[in-house]
């Protein structure tokens, strides 16, 4: 969008003749950002936006049109918006004003940006990113780069490396930060050492302060809680008993991979699971940290753990109706079978599987259960509102696209609501399109006209967006997140007083979350409706419920210097005859059907093997699980060695086939490899091994 090209006289007509006068705090950040590279830090709708105006005019009247300006903000609805702002306080047809965005072809980019008449850039920072990167223009004549939502200045965002070049090509020049949400202290430090900005250059104002007090609208706050429903509670205690056997068993495993790897069951929070599927996947790329078998297994039972907290959260927070959804999308993708590992064992699971059928019960025959209880304080809400005010200008933010769309659904079934869903631009499917930056444009704008009341968003509204009408914020959803509690609540009590709404659901993680994000108000002592705490449960604690035992020495010498890789280092637990089954696959438990024989011996985690004592090793195995390399390793750690492979899925004459290769691979291993074919026959042999054993050691102590 071109502005203007011509820029012949800056000292001239440059500020419009209706110009809010700054005021005494703007002002006197603008005297600071004159001198030094700069983070300002005010409340959202007191008037960033104008310090960066007038620092810009500043720099191009100082230099006298030979060097431009560049603002920078994460969307094309921002830039639009903060170039209506500098329109509301400066001619821009005086300052050769510019949007320059990834739409336009990269040498007309190049001749804009080299363009001395062109002074005042507005852009996105991903075009500035790759157009810097790809050496399309340098920055060498950029008096200064304005950062709006400077918040975002961290990891691999397009800040830092623009912020890096600009340090390098031209390190005279200036920069000036904005935020209303900088975050904890470790946050902002990142933020300051990304943009070259010394840790002590931050100016901050709070609303509570002197000379912005005068400035700011009150902002009414109400919180309302919602129980959940018996069905959600039953869901939920089966999820919950699904994650806690999960993470017993992955911590046993686990520990033989990382033995400084937390035993406390609480520590494997979602993060922690996000964080260990990317440490594992880079481990296993580089094909560092052992056994390749052992890391894959350790991702998906990481991506296991994942799914099961996502779906406890999406049921505590979203509903039903959205976990129902989620857990469909899984079955209809094994059924074609493309689904993960992870969401394949997790549908594995007898729980999960009652889970879902209770699930579809409901689903089938009394539907309106599936309904979170938010939506229906959330309809009544809004209701209310329209009707004592009917000019509202409502926005209801929600993490998840598909409670975005149930919402807006529900909503525009009130009289007098006309709600829209404001989401990003990414197109999911047909029935999930996303919006054009340009339809977000529009949508803004058909808002402050009144062609819609009410605005259902994701995080893409929560940013810097100037929605002045809009006097009633509602969270449907509560995030622990200090920088969007911020965000979103900045949308209103702009121009005017407002309405904050929170709605979480009592005795969950969101719960918590707000109460974290109360607390950190000053003055505010949150009364809220928490989760019990409890004594969090060692793995000692999860062992004896699951059967299964703590780390402690290994039952098989380890080598020196190898590299742990799976569970035949956890000290087994010694199981009485019939109830094999708690340890090894379902199918091959000890039943009465073949005799009241003692079948007792040290069972070590489920599907690695049976250590007989500290003399015998014996692994059963797949044929698609049998990795000769690892057990090549073992076979020296124990005096007899033996592999059980389940051949009952293979058919006769590959049996056959497969005996005479195992006999060659014994010959060069001196493993013994015993193919079975029925559960009898696995029993035989393990009787036949342990009578083998006891022989042994009768002989032994005959002769001493």
Not at 225 to 239: A, N, P, S, Y
Not at 432 to 443: E, F, Y
Not at 551 to 561: D, M, T, V
Request: proline residues 5%.
């Amino acid at each position: 969008m071109t502005i203007t090209a011509r820029n012949e006289n800056l000292t001239s007509h440059l500020w419009q003749p209706d110009a809010p006068k700054p005021r005494k705090y703007q002002l006197n950040i603008y005297a600071r950002a004159k001198k030094e590279n700069l983070l300002v830090v005010i409340p959202t709708g007191l008037g960033k936006t104008y310090i960066a105006t007038l620092l810009g005019v500043y720099f191009l009247k100082k230099f006298k049109g030979t060097k431009n300006i560049i603002f920078l903000a994460p969307t094309r609805p921002l830039i639009s918006q903060h170039i209506q702002s500098h329109k509301n306080h400066v001619n821009l047809g005086e300052l050769g004003c510019m949007e320059l965005t990834g739409k336009i072809p990269p040498e007309k980019r190049k001749e804009i940006f080299e363009n001395p008449e062109t002074q005042f850039l507005f852009m996105t920072p991903q075009t500035l990113r790759n157009d810097l990167h790809n050496e399309l223009y340098n920055l060498f004549n950029t008096a200064l780069i304005i950062f709006d939502e400077a918040h975002r200045a961290t990891g691999e965002y397009a800040y830092v490396p623009i912020a890096h070049f600009y340090h390098e090509q031209n390190p005279e020049g200036r920069i000036l930060a904005l935020t209303a949400s900088p975050g904890k202290k470790e946050h902002r430090e990142m933020i300051l050492n990304n943009l070259h900005i010394p840790l002590k250059n931050i100016e901050r104002r709070e609303k509570q302060d002197s000379d912005v007090k005068e400035y700011t609208h009150q902002i009414e706050e109400i919180v309302i809680g919602v129980d959940l429903t018996h069905e959600m509670k039953e869901i939920r205690d089966g999820l919950l008993e699904i994650k806690e056997k999960t993470i017993a068993q992955y911590i046993e495993f686990n520990l033989n991979y990382d033995p400084e790897a937390p035993t406390d069951p609480q520590k494997y929070h979602r993060g922690y699971c996000a964080k260990q599927v990317r440490r594992l996947t880079s481990a296993l790329t580089k094909n560092q940290g052992g056994n390749t078998r052992t890391l894959r297994i350790l991702i998906s039972m990481n991506a296991r753990l994942f799914k099961i907290h996502h779906l406890i959260n999406t049921l505590e927070v979203q509903g039903l109706d959205i976990t129902f959804k989620a857990v469909e999308k899984m079955k209809k993708k094994i059924d074609k079978g493309v689904a993960s590992k992870a969401d394949v064992f997790l549908f594995r699971d007898f729980t999960f599987q009652k889970i879902w059928k209770f699930m579809l019960e409901i689903h089938t025959n009394t539907p309106e259960k599936m309904t979170h209880p938010k939506m229906v304080r959330l309809i009544s809400v809004i209701s209310s509102q329209l009707e004592n005010e009917p000019e509202s200008r409502i926005l209801i933010f929600a993490d998840l696209r598909d409670t975005v769309t149930r919402i807006t659904r529900e909503l525009n079934k009130i009289p007098n609501c006309r709600a829209k869903k404001f989401v990003g631009q990414a197109t999911k499917n047909a029935a999930d399109k996303g919006l054009s930056q340009k339809a977000q444009i529009q949508l803004l704008r058909e808002f402050s006209a009144g062609t819609y009341n009410t605005l259902v968003a994701t995080c893409v509204a929560q940013e810097g967006l100037d929605i002045s009408e809009c006097n009633v914020v509602i969270f449907y959803d509560n995030s622990a997140s200090e920088i969007k509690s911020i965000q979103r609540s900045g949308r209103t009590g702009r121009s005017k007083e407002g309405k904050l709404i929170r709605l979480y659901t009592k005795n969950t993680q969101e719960a918590k979350n707000l109460y974290l994000t109360q607390r950190r108000k000053k003055g505010v002592k949150p009364h809220l409706h928490l989760p019990a705490l409890k004594p969090s449960k060692s793995l000692l604690d999860y062992s004896t419920h699951n059967k299964i035992s703590p780390p402690h020495n290994s039952i098989i010498p380890k080598l020196e210097g190898e590299k742990p890789e799976i569970s035949v280092q956890i000290t087994p637990q010694i199981y009485d005859a019939y109830n094999l089954g708690a340890a090894i696959p379902v199918d091959f438990a000890v039943t009465k059907i073949h005799g009241n024989f003692d079948l007792s011996f040290p069972v070590p985690f489920p599907q690695v093997g049976i250590a007989v004592m500290d003399s015998t090793m014996v692994s059963l195995v797949k044929f698609d699980t049998l990795f000769l390399r690892n057990l090549d390793r073992k076979k020296d750690t124990v005096k007899t060695f033996i592999i059980l492979l389940d051949a009952r899925d293979i058919a006769e004459n590959d049996r056959i086939h497969l005996k005479k290769r195992l006999e060659s691979i014994k010959k060069i291993t001196g493993i013994g490899i015993i193919l079975f074919s029925s559960i009898d026959k696995f029993h035989l042999m393990i009787r036949s091994i342990l009578a083998k054993y006891h022989k042994s050691i009768q002989n032994n102590a005959l002769a001493v």
